[in-house]
């Protein structure tokens, strides 16, 4: 079996985590193994993982593919997909993967599955893990047509590095795009308080915006310490629907939208930490922090069942102050 790990590289041709787990994925699999690269550069991200076992390194490099664009990307991946044959083709499932993984499939004449969670081979047969119906239920894939392009999701797979230096053979892609990427708009880091990549989640829930033993809503100073945790651990953000809806009315926290939302109806993200705060909710306990590694809460109430029972530690403490108390020790 051929297996191909296809993935972009990031600034300075570095491999980012979500494509180093890609590659854990793609080794897992066994069989003989290719590297493929694209982006503006390549060597430092083909370097960093040159003693990883791939026979074979091939790039597509150059300034056409220093941005996320269709046309090049489809095109760079799909020239060095060609030239690898392989029989399975793994990428991560980064938004810029993502946008082109159908559509090189098409091209190639390949099967897809993107956002599998799991991948391994079983005997001589492939399985792949993913989620359907908002992570109510868990599948078991597996197909018969070669190739085989997956996308696996981040935080799933144990990342490989391997540095070395690797010969690194460059192909060159047709660029037929009428696209031209001008530039790149984006919030400050400091804005985006989704962070994937983040050790630690925080969940608020809707007691931030809740009347307190005083009697009084105190929305500023949610808004305050929430961002000053955020600010300090650079952690990702997460809220309970009851916030979420709130604040969507122009209540409570301006800063929150559904993507926020975590649960059920939410997402299911993947950090090594998590420490939800004023929630109690059985929908963002149970479902949306079921793929947190360790799970910790701080609820007033010492009887929050959901805290009890799917947080590993409870401290039962007023999270305005203890909150405040963390932001403080960690400045
Ligand atoms: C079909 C369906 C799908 C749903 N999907 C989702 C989903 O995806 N995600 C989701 O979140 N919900 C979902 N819900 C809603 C869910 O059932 C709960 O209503 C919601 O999660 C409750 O939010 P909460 O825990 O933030 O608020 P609350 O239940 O109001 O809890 C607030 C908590 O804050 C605590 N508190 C107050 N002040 C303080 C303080 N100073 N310090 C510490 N603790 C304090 C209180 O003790 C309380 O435990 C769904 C519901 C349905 C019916």
């Not at 066994?30 to 083909?46: F, K, P, R, S």
């Not at 985006?192 to 983040?198: G, L, Y």
């Not at 829930?205 to 100073?221: I, R, T, V």
Request: hydrophobic letters at 45%; charged letters at 20%.
């Amino acid at each position: 079996m051929k297996v191909l790990f296809l993935a972009h590289t990031e600034e300075g041709g570095s491999l980012g985590k979500a494509a180093l787990e890609a590659l854990g994925a793609a080794k897992g699999l066994g069989g003989e193994l290719t590297i493929g690269l694209y982006g503006a550069e390549v060597q430092a991200g083909a370097d960093s993982i040159a003693g990883c076992g791939a026979t074979k390194f091939y790039g597509v490099a150059g300034a056409d593919f220093a941005s996320a664009r269709y046309g090049s990307d489809a095109s760079a991946c799909e020239a060095i997909a060609k030239a690898a044959g392989a029989d399975v083709i793994v990428m991560p499932a980064t938004a810029r993967a993502s946008r082109v993984a159908a559509g090189v499939a098409m091209r190639l004449g390949a099967a897809v599955d993107t956002r599998l969670t799991g991948l391994e081979a079983v005997g001589g047969t492939i399985v792949g893990t993913r989620w359907f119906y908002r992570q109510r239920m868990v599948g078991r894939v597996e197909r018969d047509a070669r190739p085989w392009l997956v996308t696996v999701d981040s935080g799933c797979f144990d990342a490989c590095t391997a540095p070395g230096t690797a010969s690194v053979e460059m192909l060159s892609a047709t660029v037929a795009t009428r696209t031209v990427v001008t530039g790149i708009k984006s919030p400050a880091a400091d804005a985006q308080t989704i962070r994937p990549e983040a050790k630690l989640l925080l969940v608020a829930g809707a007691g931030w915006g809740k009347s307190q033993p005083d009697g009084q809503k105190h929305l500023d100073e949610a808004s305050q310490l929430i961002l000053g945790l955020l600010s300090a651990t650079q952690c990702s953000l997460g809220s309970s629907k009851s916030l979420v809806d709130q604040s969507g009315d122009g209540g409570a926290l301006p800063f929150l939208t559904h993507m926020h939302q975590v649960g059920q109806t939410g997402s299911t993200p993947r950090h090594a930490k998590g420490l939800a705060t004023c929630c109690h909710g059985e929908e963002p306990h149970v479902v949306g922090w079921r793929f947190i590694g360790e799970r910790r809460a701080v609820n007033l109430d010492a009887g929050c069942g959901w805290a009890q029972g799917k947080a590993d530690v409870l401290y039962v403490a007023d999270a305005f102050a203890v909150v405040n108390k963390v932001v403080e020790l960690l400045k």
